[in-house]
Each structure stands twice: as C-alpha cells, then as structure tokens.
C-alpha cells in the first residue's frame, strides 16, 4: 500500500466541481474524491484506474495566500508494482505502507474469561471512563462505572434548565455527567499528542462506529459538535452494557480503601446512601473538575502534586469578520473559520486562543454554588454568528501561591467566586474597550452575544488576576496584526475562563499505577490529558495496561 501526502488541489477547482453544500459543510463527496484520484495519478505519472481502495485519511486547508488558496491531502492506495512507482517518483511525500495499514488492521478482540473476583470499577464516563470500559468491556471484562450525574437524555433537560434559571445541580451540568465534560462543546477532536500506537485513530474511528460523521477521520481539525455528541456517547454506553458492562449514573465515588497499600475496597453513594464494595481495580477518570473528590482522595494519603494550567476570558467576534480575514472574499462558501493565536508579552508571560468555538456560544459552565466559570460550545454546523475564544495565560504554582498539591484549586475557587460576586450570579460580560479602561459596561455594540446561560453587564476585568489582566489585553492588541478587528472596541468579553486543566497530577507509576495499587489515575482530571481526543486515548491505554497486568497474572 502507499501513503501519499502532499496532494495538492486549488480550492476553485474544487469551487468548480464539487456542490456548493458538501464544501460548506466541509464533507468529501464523489466529486472530490475524483479530483483528488486524479491528482494522485497526475503526482505519480500513473492511471487513475491503477488506483485501487483509496482512502483519504486527511484534508487540510492551506489560506495562506488568499488568493492561491487550497486543499491538501494524505491518502492510501493500493497498486501495481508499488517499489517500482515509488522509487520512480523519488520523493518523501511517498512511502510504501509493508503489510496492513493502521486503516484496515481491525484488531481481533477475543474475550478473556473474567477470573478475577472483583470487576474493575471505573469512576466517570467522560472520554476517558468511557473509552476504558469500552476497551474492558471487548474484553468480557464487565466493567462497573460509577458517574455522579445523569445519563444524557436527563443531563440535557438539568443543562439547559440552568441556563434558563440559573439553578445548578451540582452533580450534573456542564462538567459532571454522561460523556463528561466535553459534551457540551465543539466536541473538537484534535490533539497534539503524539500517536505511535493508533490509538487516537481508534478513537475516531470509535466515534465514527457508534454515529459520529465520518468526515472526523479525514478532517485536519475534526468536530463532532455539542448537538450529535450526546447520542454518540449513549450509543457507546449501549454497547458497554451489551458486552456485560454496568453503568451506575447518579452515583457517586467517595472513597477508596486499602490495605498494605493496596486497594480493597471502595465507598460510593446513591440517593444519599453510602455503600461499600470490594474492589482491587479502580480506575479514576474524574476529570478536572472533580474538586470533592480529589479533595478526599489527597487527605486520605493518595500522592498529587500541584499542576501548571492557564485562566482567562471568552472573547467573541462576529463570525463572518473571522471567516473573511482567513479565507477573503470566497468565505461564504466555505464551513466557518477558526483560529490559533499565540503571543509572549513583555514580561515573557504567554498568552494564546483556547478551545476555539467557529459559529458557537459562550456557556456559563459552572459546577458549584457561588462560584462561576464559562466555557465555549457549537452545534456540528458551527452556524452561530459569533466566533469564541478563551484567551488565556499560563500560571504557575508560583502564581497560586506556595507547592501545596490543591494550592491550583483554591485559586480557581477564589477567581471564580469574584466572577460570581461581580455578575451577580449571572455571566459578567463587558466589552474589549472597556476592558482596557477596567470600567463596567452599560451598553453594547454592534457585536450581540452568542451566550448560552444568563448574563450581566459587568467589569470582567476583576474577575482575573492582575498579571492576566494585563497579559491578556496586550496579546489582544497583538493579535489584532493577525486578525484586523481582533481589538475592536465592541468584541465581548465574559469571564472567568478557569477549567483550562487540571490543576492537579495525581501520580502514577511506570505501571499507570498510583501509590495505592490497584488505583489507576486516568484521563485529564488525573493530570495526564487535555481535550477530549487526548483523555480517550489515556483511558484506552489504562484499560490495556489493566488487561495486561491480568493477563500477566493468569
Ligand atoms: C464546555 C466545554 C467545552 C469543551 N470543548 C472541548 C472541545 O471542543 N474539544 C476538546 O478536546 N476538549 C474540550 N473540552 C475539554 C474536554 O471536555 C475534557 O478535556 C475531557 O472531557 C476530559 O475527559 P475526562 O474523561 O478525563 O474527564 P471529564 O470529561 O471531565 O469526565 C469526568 C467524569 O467523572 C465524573 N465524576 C467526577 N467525580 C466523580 C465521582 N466522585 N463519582 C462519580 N463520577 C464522578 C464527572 O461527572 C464526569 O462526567 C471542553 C470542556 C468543556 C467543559
């Protein structure tokens, strides 16, 4: 098989040929799939019809020259005389693919039979604890999970009732409950981390398996969208209780105990009843904002340490000025546009976009009383008016202050109780003009905002750290070189943007193990993931890891 990159197609050919639809919603149909053979056939000095079961495994776009804008792709074919053609063509951007590829290897599951006494029990069904199941559950390992808020059909009626009324349940909103925290977003798939063993291509894949648009297997920047997440999430919920698994929602994990330092048992509750129950695996997929039980877990001896994360504001721009100043007059015809900034400032503090949101909403994604945080969210067309952002700033246990491991949480609890003081329990929100003069807002401009949850007109300003404040109004300026308007006095602001990551690493050994055997600290709450994509993979390679060890034993 060859995998050829670099195939490169000018967007008006593709303006030219393919409907106008399909290149809005960014979907690769028959006609793209032609030009795309045809360019693979013109690089290669072949015929197309030597091209056999061509997959596209990636389409990005390159806009940096407005004018010579274009798409780029990376596919796998099978041929004849493969070396040959290779060798001829004598560049990198061909390799001949030995054997399978990572594309059409589907990994044989064969069961194990269970013989251990306890079943692995799994704490949250974020990306992270579903993903682990689902690789335990394949297994016929029959995982039990515990997930303190409601499965989604529930969670969607809670979420948006808090929107509308302000009334939060703090065991499931945005952050706590079926899918996790990231149901509620852009679902942006993307990841930096590095993939040498295919299992972030697994979780595409997985997603594409259990209902997820099957353009995220090809998409440079894939996206599941905050509409379809949920049901992809329970479809995968399905399957783990059809291979034996059990799914526990509104239960919550409290504490483990252990003997020797080795797990033994763990205490959970369910409509306020505590209960026990053996356990000699546990992986804890709890997420970031989990600060209860991360609480407990560190009192009772469990070894964590402090964790560098970033705090900041959502800013929000009318989509069209973004999509405009990165794809020029054609922007209209193509899906919504996003961006990535980065920026040091003076004092060498960075300041960058975080989980962008083309076409999406600012969502007041609290979890606690009193205390308030936003966050981004689009729907799967990403058709909102406004594009958001958090711009955020790096800080440092330096910054809160002193090595203690919750140091990271107590800072997010303070800034956030400022947010909530200052909106009066609604979303403050403030224009960019304002900001700089650190007054509040009374009116708006010409930017409405795009804001799911109530919100106030307020001085965001005070909801931040000074240094961040600062910071974060420089970068602004800076970015404004990159994106003309970026500063515009009427963008909208709202804060606080504080579950960036967790504050928290709860260590674990080279066996994924934590000080306790047979605890197994996973996904971003634990410190080793960020982003949806990232925290699937941790919990895949923790359930492989589990399995080994049992299979190790027996
Ligand atoms: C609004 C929003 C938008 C986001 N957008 C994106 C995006 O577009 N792309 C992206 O890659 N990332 C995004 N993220 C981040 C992403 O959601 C997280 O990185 C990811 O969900 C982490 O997965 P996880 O499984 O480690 O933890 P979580 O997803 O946080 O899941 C942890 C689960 O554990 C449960 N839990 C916690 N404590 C207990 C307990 N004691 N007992 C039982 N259950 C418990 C919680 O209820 C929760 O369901 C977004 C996050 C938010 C909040």
Not at 106 to 114: A, V
Not at 173 to 201: C, I, Y
Not at 223 to 238: A, F, P, S
Not at 470 to 499: C, L, T, V
Request: net charge neutral; aromatic share 8%.
């Amino acid at each position: 098989m060859i995998k050829l990159s670099q195939i490169k197609i000018p967007l008006e050919r593709i303006f030219g040929t393919v409907p106008e639809d399909l290149i809005k919603k960014g979907i690769i149909g028959d006609q793209e799939e032609c030009l795309v053979r045809e360019a693979v056939a013109k690089q290669l000095h072949i015929s197309e019809d030597m091209i056999r079961e061509m997959s596209i495994l990636r389409r990005s776009m390159d806009a940096r020259r407005k004018h010579r804008m274009q798409y780029i792709y990376q596919v796998v074919f099978r041929t004849e005389k493969e070396e040959k053609i290779i060798k001829r063509y004598g560049k990198n951007d061909a390799v001949l693919l030995k054997g399978h590829t990572q594309e059409d290897h589907q990994e044989k599951i064969s069961p194990m039979q269970r013989k251990k006494e306890n079943k692995p029990v799994i704490v949250g069904m974020g990306p992270a604890g579903l993903f682990a199941a689902l690789e335990l559950a394949e297994k016929g390992l029959e995982p039990v999970i515990f997930e303190r808020g409601c499965c989604i059909s529930k969670r969607r009626e809670k979420v948006s009732a808090f929107w509308d009324t302000g009334e939060l349940d703090e065991n499931c909103n945005v952050q706590f409950g079926e899918g996790g925290a990231g149901t509620f977003s852009d679902g942006k798939l993307n990841t930096l981390v590095k993939d040498p063993t295919g299992r972030g291509r697994k979780v595409l894949k997985t997603f594409v398996e259990y209902g997820a648009p099957s353009e995220i297997l090809y998409l440079h920047k894939p996206h599941i969208g905050t509409d379809l997440l949920g049901d992809v999430v329970r479809n995968i919920r399905n399957r783990i209780i059809e291979l034996g698994g059990e799914v526990r929602f509104e239960t919550t994990f409290e504490k483990a105990v252990w003997k020797n330092g080795k797990l033994t048992e763990i205490v959970f509750s369910h409509n306020g009843q505590s209960q026990r129950m053996p356990c000699d695996t546990l992986i804890l997929a709890t997420g970031h904002s989990a600060r209860d039980t991360v609480t407990d877990l560190y009192q009772s001896g469990l070894y964590m340490e402090a964790k560098p994360f970033a705090v900041g504001v959502r800013v929000q721009h009318p989509q069209e000025m973004i999509s405009r100043n990165q794809y020029g007059d054609v922007y209209d015809m193509l899906p919504a546009a996003d961006y990535k900034l980065t920026y040091n400032t003076v004092d060498k503090r960075g300041v960058y976009s975080f989980c962008m949101c083309p076409g999406g909403y600012v969502v007041n994604a609290s979890s606690e009383k009193g205390r308030l945080a936003v966050n981004g969210m689009s729907d799967h067309a990403r058709n909102g008016r406004n594009a958001n952002s958090a711009i955020v700033v790096t800080v440092t246990p330096e910054d809160f202050g002193g090595k203690d491991a919750l140091a990271g949480i107590a800072f997010q609890r303070k800034w956030e109780e400022a947010a909530f003081r200052e909106g009066k329990g609604e979303i403050p929100v403030q224009l960019f003009g304002d900001f700089c003069k650190n007054r509040t807002s009374t009116g708006l401009g010409a930017v409405q905002p795009s804001i799911k949850g109530q919100y106030t007109l307020a001085n965001v300003r005070k909801v931040i750290p000074e240094f961040a404040g600062n910071s974060i109004q420089e970068g602004i300026m800076y970015f404004e070189r990159r994106i003309p308007g970026f500063a515009r006095e009427d963008a909208i602001m709202a804060g606080i943007e504080s579950r960036t990551s967790s504050p928290v690493r709860i260590c674990r050994d080279d066996s994924l193990q934590a000080n306790i055997k047979g605890i197994y600290p996973c996904g971003e709450g634990a410190g080793y993931a960020g982003g949806i994509t990232s925290a699937a993979m941790d919990g895949i390679r923790v359930a492989q890891m589990i399995i080994t060890n049992i299979e190790s034993e027996s």
